[in-house]
């Protein structure tokens, strides 16, 4: 039995081993959850609750230290509930954390492929690539950030990787452009790949994915859309694939790039804009309070 920061008596949390910022926006942390630990495969995700009143959301395992029992995570900080998420200490505890859940990263078999990643989906496309170079394949990463300060990961995955490439919107770090200049550059030379693996805001999956396709190339998108209970029953993370509704959390989240409905997703992504700023405010407010 441990007692949170809010003072709530809970027999099931989990402690932070290790909290770090990756950017001013993006941190990190390592839960101890063993058996979650034992088990997760590069593709999966946890459910979580920063605490006992807390919203449950979904995040990708980044990686796991299964013989230490512990899970990484990393995340953006966005709304209220990453704010509580990052807000709570290194030695504190998470109150639920729930998984592994969704299908790992079909890899087998795959001898060359390119790994695609963009903003913190870099930290999901992360365990893809590290578990591709493990099992022998020729993995080409190619990461991109709006920015230098945004850049994460970058030694991680050089140390995955038989080729990187490095994008920023605005050319303050690597190559100036998107993800695709690079990609485009390749296959425009010949390039062959067994799959191309994306992970990162859909408008960039969107556009990797019409990339390959006059190629005939297998694109595998990564989908985070709207997610409550991650087993298939509220659905609300479900998206459209080749004409038929796909569940995210079961069926997912890995899916066919050239058969996703980017347009649906990318409109029902939108749809609680407004309530989640409305929620951020107050949590800012309801800190302010607190701190002070």
Request: include cysteine; charged fraction near 25%; charge should be neutral.
């Amino acid at each position: 039995m441990v007692t949170s920061r809010k003072g709530v008596i809970s027999g099931f949390m989990f402690e932070i081993v290790k909290k770090e910022a990756l950017n001013p926006t993006v941190m990190r942390m390592d839960v101890r959850a063993p058996l979650i630990a034992k088990k997760a495969k590069a593709g999966q995700f946890i459910i979580l609750r920063a605490d006992e009143r807390g919203e449950r959301i979904p995040l990708t395992v980044a990686g796991c230290d299964r013989e230490a029992g512990l899970v990484t995570i990393i995340f953006q900080i966005v709304g209220g509930a990453t704010m509580t998420l990052a807000t709570l200490p290194q030695g504190g505890y998470i109150a639920d954390f729930v998984g592994p859940l969704g299908t790992p990263t079909h890899i087998e078999g795959l001898k060359k492929v390119a790994v695609v990643g963009g903003g913190v989906g870099c930290a999901i496309a992360l365990p893809v690539a590290r578990a591709l170079h493990e099992q022998g394949t020729q993995v080409t990463s190619i990461v991109g950030f709006r920015n230098q300060d945004l850049v994460i990961l970058e030694e991680e995955f050089k140390a995955c990787s038989d080729r990187f490439y490095m994008m920023t919107d605005d050319g303050s770090y690597g190559e100036k452009g998107n993800v695709c200049v690079p990609l485009n550059r390749l296959l425009e030379s010949g390039e062959t790949f067994d799959a191309v693996i994306t992970i990162g805001p859909l408008i960039m999956m969107k556009f990797v994915a019409e990339a390959t396709k006059p190629y005939g190339i297998k694109t595998i998108a990564s989908m985070n859309p709207i997610m409550i209970d991650g087993t298939g029953m509220c659905g609300c993370c479900r998206v459209t694939v080749g004409g038929e509704m796909k569940f995210a959390c079961v069926d997912g989240p890995d899916f066919d790039a050239h058969l996703i409905d980017f347009d649906e997703a990318m409109k029902r992504s939108r749809t609680y804009v407004e309530f989640e700023a409305k929620a951020r405010e107050k949590h800012c407010n309801l800190f302010k309070k607190e701190v002070n």
